[in-house]
């Protein structure tokens, strides 16, 4: 089975910067598109920013220009590298991966197990 590592949150002051890896590992598998969530005491899971296996990227309102996506695909790693950190940007950030299994013919969303954020004002 494939499983997802977050790693690099942790404890900045606003106007800070942090950046997030998040590592896939496990059987053969292809990963099409991969992105960062995020998940704010008291309220629903949202989409930061996602980005295709050809590196076509999409972001959520509130990070444009201050977060980037970016992946290796070779090390089947993402990263989200963020700037400007405000105390709303305060959560629990996930990684996903959309997989692929060419030899079932399968595709999968897998998650990882979060990693805190958290901002100081």
């Known amino acids: 089975q494939v499983q997802l590592v977050e790693s690099g949150g942790g404890l900045v002051q606003a106007g800070g910067s942090l950046t997030l890896s998040c590592a896939a590992s496990?059987?053969?598998?292809?990963?099409?598109?991969m992105g960062w969530y995020r998940q704010a005491p008291g309220k629903q899971r949202e989409l930061v920013a996602a980005?295709?296996?050809?590196?076509?990227?999409n972001y959520a309102d509130p990070v444009k220009g201050r977060f980037t996506i970016s992946r290796a695909n070779a090390k089947n790693t993402v990263y989200l590298q963020m700037n400007s950190l405000k105390p709303e940007d305060t959560a629990v950030y996930y990684c996903?991966?959309?997989?692929?299994?060419?030899?079932?013919?399968?595709?999968?969303?897998?998650w990882g197990q979060g990693t805190q954020v958290t901002v100081s004002s």
């Open positions: 996903n991966a959309d997989l692929f299994y060419p030899l079932l013919d399968e595709s999968t969303l897998v």
């Open positions: 496990g059987s053969i598998f292809s990963i099409n598109g």
């Open positions: 980005i295709t296996r050809s590196g076509s990227t």
